[in-house]
């Protein structure tokens, strides 16, 4: 009889988990790397990831997300630090846990292409309840309004900028370890920054969340109705309200023709600082330096992200498995960014993954 109800039970449940697209994690990383060691310490990878049920369309997950679940996270930042860059541009950090002893770790955080400390307040506080460390959300310039003394703004970030806050996090924190955490655009700043520094970095491990790969080319993956609204917020968010910054840029009249992500991103190159596209994507892409990625990165996508297409991971999946210090972690269902899961009280898969792996190298 018991064998019976169990069999029933199991038969249930695979019903269940074939309906909302349940299934183990695909695993992409070099068999003999560093990663080999790793991976069967993280309990989440060897057991499927079962997205909340009625946010098993990847549109109503993202709706979700973006609309619904942000404004449910209450959370008070203990400060927002505006920082003078050296060419005088301000961008800020939000800080959560400036109380922890001095030698807590840190996770410096690098928030989404819109990222406001309002919109981040999921993965900060689920980062902070999950390590018990500090988070440090760095801010790019133009963000939660900013103010914007130099004409200068990049979608994916700048590295330069990134290094002045790291070095404020440590001036304030020298006893602290540094960890790296990207969110959906925030990961080209922050593979492009550790491409860049190489074994220089502080950072001891990072996780990034959703990217794009390939910047010159993902925004042509994003699903047209996500283009499109995605496309106005940046003119609402750091063009519009910087018109008067603006008014001598020559290319604004076609960024301003821009219908989409693909044709804002390859017109407002002299808006980050560059005369001409090629070296704004020479300096900004971290596919050019990839390969010099030296610290532990584990990277997570979902098969039905309608904003960084799987499809853009295609062709990097040899180079992957030939990184001894790089994984990459696939799921078929999880949206963008969202990674939701439970009935009633949802809660993201995807920031716990965060914390058990990051705390892998907290010793």
Not at 118 to 146: F, K, P, Q
Not at 188 to 201: D, F
Request: neutral net charge.
């Amino acid at each position: 009889m018991n064998s019976v109800m169990h069999k029933g039970r199991q038969a249930l449940l695979n019903f269940v988990d074939h309906a909302i697209g349940a299934e183990l994690p695909q695993l992409y990383y070099h068999p003999e790397g560093q990663m080999k060691h790793v991976l069967p310490k993280l309990k989440q990878l060897h057991e499927k990831y079962r997205p909340t049920p009625w946010l098993s369309n990847t549109h109503a997950h993202l709706l979700y997300f973006d609309v619904i679940k942000k404004r449910q996270v209450k959370l008070k930042y203990d400060a927002i630090e505006q920082l003078t860059m050296a060419d005088g541009g301000i961008t800020a950090i939000a800080w959560l846990g400036l109380d922890l002893p001095a030698d807590v770790p840190t996770v410096v955080l690098m928030h989404t292409i819109t990222g406001t400390p309002e919109s981040m307040r999921e993965v900060v506080r689920d980062l902070h309840l999950y390590t018990g460390w500090r988070i440090a959300l760095c801010l790019r310039r133009g963000h939660a309004n900013l103010p914007m003394p130099v004409a200068k703004i990049n979608l994916f970030g700048s590295t330069d900028d990134l290094r002045e806050q790291i070095a404020c996090i440590q001036q304030k924190f020298p006893a602290s370890r540094l960890y790296g955490v990207g969110s959906s655009a925030g990961t080209g700043l922050l593979v492009r920054y550790l491409g860049e520094e190489g074994e220089a970095t502080p950072l001891k491990a990072a996780f990034a969340l959703c990217p794009g790969y390939d910047t010159e080319l993902g925004f042509k993956n994003v699903h047209p109705f996500y283009s499109k609204m995605m496309t106005k917020k940046l003119f609402q968010k750091f063009v519009e309200p910087y018109s008067a910054t603006w008014s001598s840029t020559p290319s604004l009249i076609e960024v301003l023709k821009s219908k989409d992500l693909a044709q804002f991103e390859r017109a407002y190159f002299q808006m980050a600082g560059f005369a001409d596209y090629e070296s704004y994507a020479k300096s900004t892409n971290p596919i050019y330096v990839f390969e010099n990625l030296k610290i532990p990165l584990m990277i997570l996508n979902a098969e039905d992200d309608p904003v960084c297409h799987i499809q853009n991971f295609e062709p990097y999946k040899e180079l992957i498995r030939s990184l001894p210090n790089v994984v990459v972690v696939t799921t078929k269902k999880g949206s963008h960014c969202g990674y939701y899961e439970g009935l009633v009280d949802t809660h993201s898969w995807a920031t716990k993954l965060m914390a058990d792996f990051l705390k892998l190298y907290a010793n």
